[in-house]
């Protein structure tokens, strides 16, 4: 096995650090040591969001692909190029399970991991799951910025994503928590996730 298979595999401990505290908010912070994780397509702002959110919250932040990228010492891109789309989604399977540490934390997924069976069924056991949805125009619009993601080289993103969603959105309605990324203040997605969270708190009690 090559060293960046094993990287890949093996992630080391001491992977976060405690978010700065956030000005008071009128949204309450959800009581629960469970980690929050985001799923939903490429470029509905999963990263950027949850970063905003873990501030407010003042939770750890972690984005699942730059774990992934650090254990196995390539980027994303790479280990698809190399290794193909079976074995990223195996190893990205491992580090999300060593991310479900049973510490709250705020945790930013790629688009295809919730997709994943293995993946989702311990994402729906151990942490309370967010779908940020978009229209896939708005989707298309903002990822043509980038042309580092795998499934969109030489493709139209609006293509893509809606052939995407037509196969992911089912799964990921699974999640616990649905929420509208829509186009404006990421701020306003935060303050949405927060009430979709407590509004599901209070009425499972």
């Not at 470029?43 to 992934?68: C, M, N, Q, W, Y």
């Not at 493709?155 to 969603?165: N, Q, S, Y």
Request: proline residues 6%; contains cysteine; positive net charge.
């Amino acid at each position: 096995m090559c060293g960046c298979r094993a990287r890949f595999c093996a992630i080391g401990d001491g992977l976060y650090s405690a978010a700065m505290p956030q000005s008071h908010s009128p949204e309450r912070r959800p009581r629960t040591p469970r980690p929050i994780v985001l799923v939903g397509l490429m470029g509905v702002g999963k990263s950027t969001v949850g970063r905003r959110l873990a501030l407010r919250l003042r939770l750890p932040f972690v984005d699942a692909d730059h774990e992934i990228e650090a254990a196995a010492g390539m980027t994303v891109a790479e280990i698809f190029d190399r290794f193909g789309e079976p074995y990223f989604r195996d190893g990205e399977r491992r580090v999300i399970a060593r991310l479900m540490d049973g510490s709250p934390k705020v945790i930013a997924t790629g688009g295809g991991a919730f997709v994943n069976e293995a993946t989702r069924a311990l994402i729906l056991e151990q942490a309370t799951s967010v779908w940020l949805h978009a229209d896939t125009a708005v989707l298309a619009e903002r990822v043509r910025r980038r042309d580092t993601r795998p499934l969109l080289r030489g493709k139209d993103p609006k293509v893509v994503l809606a052939e995407l969603a037509a196969v992911r959105d089912p799964i990921y309605a699974q999640a616990h928590v649905h929420v509208s990324s829509r186009k404006g203040p990421h701020e306003a997605t935060v303050a949405a996730i927060l009430r979709a969270i407590n509004e599901r708190r209070e009425a499972r009690t």
